[in-house]
């Protein structure tokens, strides 16, 4: 569903993706670990479309915004970034700074279990059951806020 709205919206000067993005705000989780200013390097690594995400990167003070590009020909199953694609597009962007160092990754939700396995820290936002199980089957150590 998201190829197909991201292919249909593509070059629609009319979208307002400013007010979306402002129409989201009564839903957006205020964390005090986003807000630490001692990391080097913030990164929204996301799967939502990249039209809106550079805006909520930008507002929320993240250094850059990893996210599902509009697809430029035939749908292919990994355009969305997400999962391994997700990890391959956060350890690609650090080794294009010199740095190997994930340190802390914030999430909702076990897909992004690629990402948690290599980040030094995790923390869950609001997870469910399931997240919660995968983790601790997989022995991963995690601290939750809601």
């Known amino acids: 569903m998201k190829y197909i709205i991201l292919k249909a919206i593509k070059g629609n000067e009319k979208i307002n993706y400013e007010a979306f ?14 807000e630490d200013t001692t990391f080097d390097i913030k990164i929204l690594a996301t799967a939502a479309p990249n039209c809106y995400s550079k805006i909520i990167a930008l507002n929320e003070g993240f ?6 590009n509009t697809p430029e020909k035939n749908y292919k199953s990994d355009f969305e970034n997400i999962r391994e694609v997700k990890k391959q597009a956060v ?56």
């Not at 705000?25 to 964390?31: A, F, G, I, V, W």
């Not at 010199?98 to 690629?114: A, E």
């Open 21 to 34: 993005v402002s129409s989201l705000s009564n839903y957006k989780n205020h964390l005090k670990v986003i």
């Open 63 to 68: 250094d850059v915004c990893l996210a599902t």
């Open 91 to 146: 350890t690609t962007y650090l080794k294009t700074l010199g740095n190997n160092h994930f340190d802390t990754v914030v999430t909702d939700h076990f897909d992004d279990l690629p990402l948690i396995k290599i980040a030094q820290h995790v923390i869950l936002v609001n997870p469910n059951k399931e997240t919660k199980n995968i983790l601790k089957q997989n022995q991963i150590f995690f601290n939750i806020v809601s």
